[in-house]
Protein backbone atom coordinates (compact mmCIF):
# COMPACT_ATOMS: atom_id res chain seq x y z
CA UNK A 1 0.00 0.00 0.00
CA UNK A 2 1.55 3.17 -1.21
CA UNK A 3 1.72 6.51 1.55
CA UNK A 4 -0.86 8.54 -0.47
CA UNK A 5 -3.54 5.42 -0.17
CA UNK A 6 -2.67 4.62 3.44
CA UNK A 7 -2.61 8.28 5.02
CA UNK A 8 -5.95 9.22 2.94
CA UNK A 9 -9.55 8.84 4.32
CA UNK A 10 -10.68 6.24 2.04
CA UNK A 11 -14.59 5.61 1.56
CA UNK A 12 -16.42 3.00 0.00
CA UNK A 13 -19.91 4.45 -1.32
CA UNK A 14 -21.15 0.51 -1.45
CA UNK A 15 -20.43 -2.71 -0.63
CA UNK A 16 -23.09 -5.87 -0.77
CA UNK A 17 -20.64 -8.39 0.64
CA UNK A 18 -21.35 -11.29 2.95
CA UNK A 19 -20.23 -9.66 6.04
CA UNK A 20 -18.05 -11.91 8.32
CA UNK A 21 -14.67 -11.76 9.65
CA UNK A 22 -13.01 -12.30 6.57
CA UNK A 23 -14.07 -9.63 4.88
CA UNK A 24 -13.32 -6.99 7.44
CA UNK A 25 -10.01 -8.31 7.49
CA UNK A 26 -10.03 -7.92 3.80
CA UNK A 27 -11.51 -4.01 4.61
CA UNK A 28 -8.47 -3.53 6.78
CA UNK A 29 -5.82 -4.67 3.95
CA UNK A 30 -7.79 -2.36 1.71
CA UNK A 31 -6.86 0.68 3.91
CA UNK A 32 -10.49 1.64 4.16
CA UNK A 33 -11.55 4.17 6.64
CA UNK A 34 -15.31 3.65 6.26
CA UNK A 35 -17.88 1.83 3.99
CA UNK A 36 -21.45 1.63 3.06
CA UNK A 37 -22.22 -1.60 4.34
CA UNK A 38 -25.81 -2.95 2.22
CA UNK A 39 -27.99 -4.45 5.18
CA UNK A 40 -31.26 -4.48 3.20
CA UNK A 41 -32.49 -5.23 -0.29
CA UNK A 42 -35.67 -7.22 -0.23
CA UNK A 43 -36.35 -7.71 3.41
CA UNK A 44 -39.38 -5.63 5.05
CA UNK A 45 -39.12 -4.01 8.19
CA UNK A 46 -38.78 -6.73 10.80
CA UNK A 47 -36.18 -8.90 9.25
CA UNK A 48 -34.34 -5.63 8.49
CA UNK A 49 -34.00 -5.00 12.47
CA UNK A 50 -32.92 -8.57 12.60
CA UNK A 51 -30.01 -8.11 9.82
CA UNK A 52 -29.16 -4.33 11.59
CA UNK A 53 -28.97 -6.28 14.77
CA UNK A 54 -26.63 -9.20 13.25
CA UNK A 55 -24.22 -6.50 11.88
CA UNK A 56 -24.20 -4.78 15.61
CA UNK A 57 -23.34 -7.48 16.80
CA UNK A 58 -20.79 -8.02 14.21
CA UNK A 59 -19.42 -4.77 14.97
CA UNK A 60 -18.75 -5.62 19.12
CA UNK A 61 -17.51 -9.00 18.41
CA UNK A 62 -15.20 -7.10 16.07
CA UNK A 63 -14.24 -4.04 17.85
CA UNK A 64 -10.42 -3.84 16.96
CA UNK A 65 -11.42 -3.53 13.27
CA UNK A 66 -14.46 -1.68 13.03
CA UNK A 67 -17.12 0.96 14.59
CA UNK A 68 -20.58 2.37 14.12
CA UNK A 69 -20.85 5.32 12.14
CA UNK A 70 -23.84 7.44 12.47
CA UNK A 71 -22.17 11.07 11.62
CA UNK A 72 -18.75 12.38 9.56
CA UNK A 73 -17.41 12.57 13.03
CA UNK A 74 -17.33 9.14 13.44
CA UNK A 75 -15.25 8.69 10.20
CA UNK A 76 -12.78 10.92 11.13
CA UNK A 77 -12.72 8.98 14.34
CA UNK A 78 -12.62 6.01 13.17
CA UNK A 79 -9.48 6.83 10.70
CA UNK A 80 -8.26 8.05 14.00
CA UNK A 81 -8.02 5.02 15.22
CA UNK A 82 -7.25 2.44 12.53
CA UNK A 83 -10.69 1.51 12.67
CA UNK A 84 -12.96 0.80 9.72
CA UNK A 85 -16.15 2.85 10.27
CA UNK A 86 -19.51 1.16 9.31
CA UNK A 87 -22.43 2.94 7.67
CA UNK A 88 -25.61 1.27 7.59
CA UNK A 89 -27.14 1.33 4.20
CA UNK A 90 -30.18 -0.10 2.07
CA UNK A 91 -30.40 -1.16 -1.45
CA UNK A 92 -34.04 -0.26 -1.17
CA UNK A 93 -36.73 1.74 0.63
CA UNK A 94 -39.21 -1.47 0.80
CA UNK A 95 -38.22 -1.75 4.87
CA UNK A 96 -40.38 1.37 4.82
CA UNK A 97 -43.00 -0.49 3.88
CA UNK A 98 -46.37 1.46 4.16
CA UNK A 99 -45.02 3.52 7.07
CA UNK A 100 -43.30 7.25 7.57
CA UNK A 101 -42.87 6.32 11.24
CA UNK A 102 -40.02 3.31 10.67
CA UNK A 103 -37.89 5.76 8.41
CA UNK A 104 -36.96 7.71 11.92
CA UNK A 105 -37.02 4.39 13.79
CA UNK A 106 -34.13 3.16 11.07
CA UNK A 107 -32.43 6.34 11.46
CA UNK A 108 -32.40 6.02 15.29
CA UNK A 109 -30.43 2.53 14.50
CA UNK A 110 -27.88 4.16 12.73
CA UNK A 111 -28.99 4.00 8.96
CA UNK A 112 -27.80 6.69 6.82
CA UNK A 113 -28.22 6.05 3.53
CA UNK A 114 -31.70 4.68 1.84
CA UNK A 115 -32.01 3.53 -1.80
CA UNK A 116 -35.47 4.42 -3.23
CA UNK A 117 -35.92 1.53 -5.14
CA UNK A 118 -34.18 -1.51 -6.53
CA UNK A 119 -34.30 -2.18 -9.97
CA UNK A 120 -37.69 -2.54 -9.62
CA UNK A 121 -41.53 -0.99 -8.77
CA UNK A 122 -42.12 -0.35 -4.86
CA UNK A 123 -44.04 2.36 -2.82
CA UNK A 124 -42.04 4.70 -3.44
CA UNK A 125 -41.54 4.94 -7.26
CA UNK A 126 -39.76 2.67 -9.77
CA UNK A 127 -36.44 1.21 -10.68
CA UNK A 128 -34.55 1.37 -13.97
CA UNK A 129 -35.80 -1.98 -15.34
CA UNK A 130 -39.38 -1.15 -15.33
CA UNK A 131 -41.61 1.32 -17.03
CA UNK A 132 -40.77 4.46 -14.67
CA UNK A 133 -43.93 6.23 -13.28
CA UNK A 134 -41.96 8.81 -10.99
CA UNK A 135 -42.01 9.46 -8.02
CA UNK A 136 -46.12 8.17 -5.91
CA UNK A 137 -47.48 10.59 -3.52
CA UNK A 138 -46.03 8.36 -0.83
CA UNK A 139 -42.55 8.80 -2.54
CA UNK A 140 -42.81 12.18 -2.06
CA UNK A 141 -43.33 12.18 1.85
CA UNK A 142 -40.60 9.69 2.31
CA UNK A 143 -38.14 11.82 0.97
CA UNK A 144 -39.10 14.60 2.80
CA UNK A 145 -38.89 12.38 5.89
CA UNK A 146 -35.50 11.43 5.10
CA UNK A 147 -34.30 14.86 4.70
CA UNK A 148 -35.35 15.60 8.13
CA UNK A 149 -33.99 12.69 9.97
CA UNK A 150 -30.69 12.76 8.01
CA UNK A 151 -30.77 9.63 5.81
CA UNK A 152 -29.12 9.92 2.50
CA UNK A 153 -31.15 9.75 -0.98
CA UNK A 154 -29.33 6.82 -3.00
CA UNK A 155 -30.83 6.72 -7.01
CA UNK A 156 -28.11 3.86 -7.98
CA UNK A 157 -31.09 1.51 -8.94
CA UNK A 158 -34.12 3.36 -9.68
CA UNK A 159 -35.10 4.57 -12.95
CA UNK A 160 -34.54 7.77 -14.59
CA UNK A 161 -37.89 9.95 -14.01
CA UNK A 162 -38.10 8.65 -10.72
CA UNK A 163 -34.42 9.78 -10.19
CA UNK A 164 -35.19 13.57 -11.61
CA UNK A 165 -38.19 13.68 -9.70
CA UNK A 166 -36.74 12.80 -6.39
CA UNK A 167 -33.15 15.22 -7.06
CA UNK A 168 -35.85 18.24 -7.70
CA UNK A 169 -37.64 17.34 -3.90
CA UNK A 170 -34.81 16.82 -1.94
CA UNK A 171 -33.91 19.67 0.43
CA UNK A 172 -30.31 18.20 0.58
CA UNK A 173 -27.28 16.52 -1.20
CA UNK A 174 -28.33 12.85 -3.29
CA UNK A 175 -26.65 9.83 -4.91
CA UNK A 176 -25.77 7.77 -7.38
CA UNK A 177 -23.62 5.77 -4.88
CA UNK A 178 -22.98 3.31 -7.16
CA UNK A 179 -23.33 3.60 -10.80
CA UNK A 180 -21.69 4.03 -14.49
CA UNK A 181 -22.19 6.05 -17.48
CA UNK A 182 -23.82 4.73 -20.54
CA UNK A 183 -21.64 6.75 -22.73
CA UNK A 184 -18.61 4.17 -22.10
CA UNK A 185 -21.56 1.79 -22.18
CA UNK A 186 -25.33 1.32 -22.65
CA UNK A 187 -27.15 -0.51 -19.99
CA UNK A 188 -30.11 -0.10 -18.13
CA UNK A 189 -28.43 0.35 -14.81
CA UNK A 190 -26.00 2.77 -16.27
CA UNK A 191 -26.75 6.87 -16.34
CA UNK A 192 -26.56 9.01 -19.37
CA UNK A 193 -24.37 12.11 -19.56
CA UNK A 194 -27.24 13.96 -19.47
CA UNK A 195 -28.33 12.26 -15.89
CA UNK A 196 -25.02 12.95 -14.50
CA UNK A 197 -24.90 16.59 -14.74
CA UNK A 198 -28.57 17.10 -13.62
CA UNK A 199 -27.85 15.46 -10.31
CA UNK A 200 -24.48 17.39 -10.00
CA UNK A 201 -25.63 20.64 -11.04
CA UNK A 202 -28.01 20.60 -8.03
CA UNK A 203 -25.68 19.49 -5.69
CA UNK A 204 -26.10 15.71 -5.63
CA UNK A 205 -23.36 13.53 -6.04
CA UNK A 206 -21.95 9.95 -7.60
CA UNK A 207 -20.16 7.04 -6.86
CA UNK A 208 -19.03 5.09 -9.62
CA UNK A 209 -18.43 1.54 -9.62
CA UNK A 210 -17.10 -1.51 -10.99
CA UNK A 211 -19.52 -4.04 -11.27
CA UNK A 212 -18.31 -5.59 -14.54
CA UNK A 213 -21.58 -6.28 -16.27
CA UNK A 214 -21.40 -2.29 -16.43
CA UNK A 215 -18.12 -1.64 -17.47
CA UNK A 216 -17.23 -1.27 -21.11
CA UNK A 217 -14.90 -4.00 -21.47
CA UNK A 218 -16.94 -6.79 -18.95
CA UNK A 219 -15.19 -9.23 -17.49
CA UNK A 220 -12.32 -8.33 -19.16
CA UNK A 221 -11.76 -4.78 -17.58
CA UNK A 222 -8.74 -4.21 -15.54
CA UNK A 223 -8.58 -2.02 -12.59
CA UNK A 224 -7.07 1.05 -15.23
CA UNK A 225 -10.44 0.58 -16.85
CA UNK A 226 -12.29 1.36 -13.41
CA UNK A 227 -10.43 4.53 -13.14
CA UNK A 228 -11.21 5.55 -17.02
CA UNK A 229 -14.88 5.06 -15.81
CA UNK A 230 -14.47 7.30 -13.22
CA UNK A 231 -12.75 9.88 -14.77
CA UNK A 232 -14.76 9.99 -17.42
CA UNK A 233 -17.72 10.62 -14.29
CA UNK A 234 -15.49 13.19 -13.25
CA UNK A 235 -15.20 15.50 -16.36
CA UNK A 236 -18.92 15.72 -16.67
CA UNK A 237 -19.83 16.29 -12.77
CA UNK A 238 -16.54 18.03 -11.23
CA UNK A 239 -13.80 16.28 -9.45
CA UNK A 240 -15.56 17.15 -6.18
CA UNK A 241 -18.63 15.93 -6.76
CA UNK A 242 -16.90 12.00 -7.41
CA UNK A 243 -16.01 9.43 -5.23
CA UNK A 244 -16.10 5.44 -5.32
CA UNK A 245 -18.63 2.97 -5.14
CA UNK A 246 -17.33 -0.35 -5.83
CA UNK A 247 -20.43 -2.87 -5.05
CA UNK A 248 -18.15 -6.02 -3.70
CA UNK A 249 -20.00 -9.05 -3.61
CA UNK A 250 -17.37 -10.95 -1.99
CA UNK A 251 -18.10 -14.13 -0.51
CA UNK A 252 -21.59 -14.33 -2.81
CA UNK A 253 -22.35 -17.14 -5.41
CA UNK A 254 -24.98 -17.18 -8.15
CA UNK A 255 -28.05 -18.46 -5.63
CA UNK A 256 -27.04 -14.30 -4.31
CA UNK A 257 -27.59 -13.07 -7.57
CA UNK A 258 -30.60 -14.61 -8.08
CA UNK A 259 -32.23 -13.41 -5.00
CA UNK A 260 -30.58 -9.94 -5.84
CA UNK A 261 -32.29 -9.88 -9.51
CA UNK A 262 -36.07 -11.35 -8.65
CA UNK A 263 -39.21 -8.96 -9.04
CA UNK A 264 -42.79 -9.52 -8.53
CA UNK A 265 -45.22 -11.93 -9.71
CA UNK A 266 -43.45 -15.18 -7.90
CA UNK A 267 -40.11 -14.28 -8.43
CA UNK A 268 -40.13 -13.17 -12.11
CA UNK A 269 -36.34 -12.74 -13.37
CA UNK A 270 -35.88 -8.78 -13.80
CA UNK A 271 -32.35 -9.74 -15.44
CA UNK A 272 -29.41 -11.81 -15.82
CA UNK A 273 -25.54 -10.68 -15.04
CA UNK A 274 -23.84 -13.83 -16.27
CA UNK A 275 -20.25 -14.12 -15.20
CA UNK A 276 -18.87 -11.96 -12.54
CA UNK A 277 -15.48 -11.06 -12.21
CA UNK A 278 -14.39 -8.09 -11.07
CA UNK A 279 -11.63 -5.82 -13.15
CA UNK A 280 -7.65 -7.16 -13.06
CA UNK A 281 -6.11 -5.70 -10.23
CA UNK A 282 -8.72 -5.01 -7.83
CA UNK A 283 -10.50 -9.01 -7.66
CA UNK A 284 -11.21 -8.40 -4.35
CA UNK A 285 -11.57 -5.74 -1.24
CA UNK A 286 -8.10 -6.08 0.20
CA UNK A 287 -6.62 -5.06 -3.29
CA UNK A 288 -8.10 -1.56 -3.39
CA UNK A 289 -4.71 -0.24 -2.67
CA UNK A 290 -4.12 -0.66 -6.56
CA UNK A 291 -7.29 1.72 -7.59
CA UNK A 292 -4.75 4.57 -6.20
CA UNK A 293 -1.45 3.36 -8.09
CA UNK A 294 -3.42 3.20 -11.57
CA UNK A 295 -5.03 6.62 -10.61
CA UNK A 296 -1.30 7.61 -10.56
CA UNK A 297 -0.53 5.90 -14.13
CA UNK A 298 -2.96 7.83 -15.36
CA UNK A 299 -1.41 11.38 -14.37
CA UNK A 300 -3.90 11.88 -11.49
CA UNK A 301 -2.28 14.50 -8.56
CA UNK A 302 -2.38 13.42 -5.17
CA UNK A 303 -5.08 16.36 -4.68
CA UNK A 304 -7.21 14.61 -7.10
CA UNK A 305 -7.17 11.08 -5.76
CA UNK A 306 -7.52 11.98 -2.13
CA UNK A 307 -10.69 13.48 -2.98
CA UNK A 308 -12.20 10.81 -4.97
CA UNK A 309 -10.93 7.83 -2.58
CA UNK A 310 -12.75 9.86 0.29
CA UNK A 311 -12.53 13.24 1.47
CA UNK A 312 -15.86 14.12 -1.48
CA UNK A 313 -18.15 11.34 0.12
CA UNK A 314 -17.13 12.37 3.66
CA UNK A 315 -17.77 15.90 2.80
CA UNK A 316 -21.04 15.65 1.22
CA UNK A 317 -21.78 12.58 3.88
CA UNK A 318 -21.46 15.86 6.47
CA UNK A 319 -23.71 17.74 4.55
CA UNK A 320 -26.91 15.12 4.62
CA UNK A 321 -26.42 13.98 8.03
CA UNK A 322 -26.13 17.26 9.85
CA UNK A 323 -29.43 17.33 11.83
Avoid at 132 to 140: A, P
Avoid at 212 to 235: C, H, M, N, Q, W
Avoid at 272 to 286: E, L, V
Wanted: charged content about 25%; aromatic content about 8%; hydrophobic content about 40%.
Amino acid sequence: MNALHRESVVIDGLIISKWDRSVFEDMRRAGLTAANCTVSVWEGFAQTVDNIAAMKQLIRQNEDLLTLVRDAADIRRAKAEGRIGIILGFQNGHAFEDRLGNIEAFADMGVRVVQLCYNTQNLIGTGCYERDGGLSGYGREVIAEMNRVGIMVDLSHVGAKTSEEAILASTRPVCYSHCLPSGLKAHPRNKSDEQLRFIAERGGFVGVTMFPPFLKRGIDATVDDYVEAIDYVSAIVGEDNVGIGTDFTQGYGQPFFDWLTHDKGRHRRLTDFGPIQNPAGIRSIGELPNLTDAMRRAGWSDIRIRKAIGENWLRVFGEVWNR
